[in-house]
């Protein structure tokens, strides 16, 4: 039996990057052997187990064999005479195929660590596509290491493009798309992930309502990089410039879904694509099936975008209507995070990533303001439900209208 390092820990480790998890391969054993030895089962589709002290996750050497569409589609055989080599080939990139041994030694027979050095993300063999996960993974892959210089391998998204046209993109179930998704939110460059499924052909399959804002113009006076599609990646580079979570990430890319209904011969204007804009962000969330704290969010910044960016032109009563139609009263937090989304969007744009957006604070100061208002018992007295409400929503009134006039006058 040898037991090697292999995938992420070893490529991170060349990279010199802390590695977040440490995975191992091993060959000339059984899954009895591993059992005998303490170790604990996990894996659903193969043999995978935990290491009974480090808790690290210990794989048999597999091969597989292409039965069917999609990534389920796959018979996978165990046996102790499957080689390192064998494992590593039904990888999906060089840079994710370099094992180590105990001693330190690296194998790589599929050039992962020159590969490494080119800044280039290439897939191991033609065994690639019969995963069309692994699209997701590439893109993924390419959003994470952006910044040091890597681009996917000309050779590797002609690939991706043939595994596309074939349809294999289509058999992507919802759960794995936003497990990738998800995580892809989360690296340093979200842009790029969007960025290689559209230059790939998925985007249109698995993200199509964003896809279609490529090509929308937008007025130049307000957007000077005009398409709707290069305004949303800009604004995931912002955000993640931000450090933004991952819901407020999400609800940027959903922000503008809206103007791709808008008629052409009304471009480059888009009057009303906040409102019309919801049914797309929930035809996305249907298919690819966010948490609801993601949908939620994701709304919100579609339908009130727009108001959020005139707040200092909303009256008084008009903005405490708007936190009202947010929740922002008891869902504060959340609040918050569509303010930053609001501030994404303003600052995403050709040469504004800095430009200030005072808008966020105003408004931040009057939710505090106007949740901070209380009706005490005294002025409870004589007064049913909707007097209260009306009652509390008076006081609050009187509390926003000098914040209004100050800032305006500011």
Same mark, same amino acid.
């Given at each position: 039996?040898?037991?090697?390092?292999?995938?992420?820990?070893?490529?991170?480790?060349?990279?010199?990057?802390?590695?977040?998890?440490?995975?191992?391969?091993?060959?000339?054993?059984?899954?009895?052997?591993?059992?005998?030895?303490?170790?604990?089962?996990?894996?659903?589709?193969?043999?995978?187990?935990?290491?009974?002290?480090?808790?690290?996750?210990?794989?048999?050497?597999?091969?597989?064999?292409k039965t069917g569409p999609g990534y389920r589609?796959?018979?996978?055989?165990?046996?102790?005479?499957?080689?390192?080599?064998?494992?590593?080939?039904?990888?999906?990139?060089?840079?994710?195929?370099?094992?180590?041994?105990?001693?330190?030694?690296?194998?790589?027979?599929?050039?992962?660590?020159?590969?490494?050095?080119?800044?280039?993300?290439?897939?191991?063999?033609?065994?690639?596509?019969?995963?069309?996960?692994?699209?997701?993974?590439?893109?993924?892959?390419?959003?994470?290491?952006?910044?040091?210089?890597?681009?996917?391998?000309?050779?590797?998204?002609?690939?991706?493009?043939q595994m596309v046209a074939a349809g294999e993109?289509?058999?992507?179930?919802?759960?794995?798309?936003?497990?990738?998704?998800?995580?892809?939110?989360?690296?340093?460059?979200?842009?790029?992930?969007?960025?290689?499924?559209?230059?790939?052909?998925?985007?249109?399959?698995?993200?199509?309502?964003?896809?279609?804002?490529?090509?929308?113009?937008?007025p130049e006076q307000w957007h000077p990089e005009?398409? +709707? *599609? $290069?305004?949303?990646?800009?604004?995931?580079? #912002? /955000?993640?410039?931000? &450090? =933004?979570?991952? %819901?407020?990430?999400?609800?940027?890319?959903?922000?503008?879904?809206?103007?791709?209904?808008?008629?052409?011969?009304?471009?480059?204007?888009?009057?009303?694509?906040?409102?019309?804009?919801?049914?797309?962000?929930?035809?996305?969330?249907?298919?690819?099936?966010?948490?609801?704290?993601?949908?939620?969010?994701?709304?919100?910044?579609?339908?009130?975008?727009?108001?959020?960016?005139?707040?200092?032109?909303?009256?008084?009563?008009?903005?405490?209507?708007?936190?009202?139609?947010?929740?922002?009263?008891?869902?504060?937090?959340?609040?918050?995070?569509?303010?930053?989304?609001?501030?994404?969007?303003?600052?995403?744009? +050709? *040469? $504004?990533?800095?430009?200030?957006?005072?808008? #966020? /604070?105003?408004?931040? &100061? =009057?939710?505090? %303001?106007?949740?901070?208002?209380?009706?005490?018992?005294?002025?409870?007295?004589?007064?049913?439900?909707?007097?209260?409400?009306?009652?509390?929503?008076?006081?609050?009134?009187?509390?926003?209208?000098?914040?209004?006039?100050?800032?305006?006058?500011?």
């Amino acid at each position: 039996m040898q037991v090697y390092l292999v995938g992420g820990a070893v490529r991170d480790g060349l990279l010199g990057r802390v590695a977040k998890e440490r995975d191992y391969v091993v060959t000339g054993a059984t899954a009895q052997q591993l059992l005998d030895a303490g170790y604990k089962p996990v894996g659903r589709d193969f043999p995978v187990f935990l290491h009974p002290d480090t808790h690290f996750e210990y794989a048999l050497a597999r091969r597989e064999r292409k039965t069917g569409p999609g990534y389920r589609g796959f018979i996978t055989e165990f046996s102790p005479d499957i080689s390192l080599e064998e494992d590593l080939k039904r990888r999906d990139l060089t840079i994710n195929a370099i094992a180590q041994a105990d001693d330190g030694q690296l194998i790589d027979p599929y050039g992962g660590q020159a590969d490494l050095a080119a800044r280039s993300l290439r897939h191991v063999s033609e065994a690639f596509s019969e995963d069309p996960v692994r699209i997701l993974r590439v893109a993924r892959f390419a959003a994470r290491f952006a910044e040091l210089g890597f681009t996917v391998h000309p050779e590797t998204l002609a690939l991706m493009r043939q595994m596309v046209a074939a349809g294999e993109a289509n058999a992507l179930v919802a759960e794995r798309v936003w497990q990738e998704t998800e995580r892809a939110l989360g690296e340093a460059r979200p842009d790029v992930f969007f960025s290689v499924l559209r230059d790939c052909g998925a985007l249109a399959v698995i993200f199509p309502e964003v896809d279609r804002l490529f090509g929308v113009p937008q007025p130049e006076q307000w957007h000077p990089e005009i398409d +709707t *599609g $290069l305004h949303v990646l800009l604004c995931l580079r #912002r /955000a993640a410039d931000l &450090q =933004a979570s991952a %819901a407020v990430r999400f609800a940027t890319l959903a922000h503008d879904l809206g103007k791709a209904l808008t008629p052409q011969a009304a471009w480059p204007k888009h009057h009303g694509h906040e409102g019309h804009g919801v049914a797309l962000v929930d035809q996305l969330c249907d298919r690819v099936k966010p948490p609801a704290a993601f949908r939620d969010l994701a709304r919100l910044a579609c339908r009130h975008h727009g108001n959020l960016h005139r707040a200092f032109e909303l009256r008084a009563d008009t903005l405490l209507d708007l936190m009202e139609s947010c929740d922002a009263f008891r869902r504060a937090d959340r609040f918050s995070e569509l303010l930053l989304a609001c501030q994404i969007d303003a600052q995403g744009r +050709t *040469g $504004l990533a800095e430009k200030p957006y005072p808008q #966020r /604070a105003y408004v931040e &100061q =009057a939710r505090t %303001a106007a949740a901070a208002v209380m009706l005490t018992e005294a002025d409870r007295t004589g007064l049913k439900g909707p007097q209260i409400a009306a009652a509390l929503r008076a006081r609050r009134l009187a509390v926003l209208e000098p914040l209004r006039e100050a800032a305006r006058a500011g």
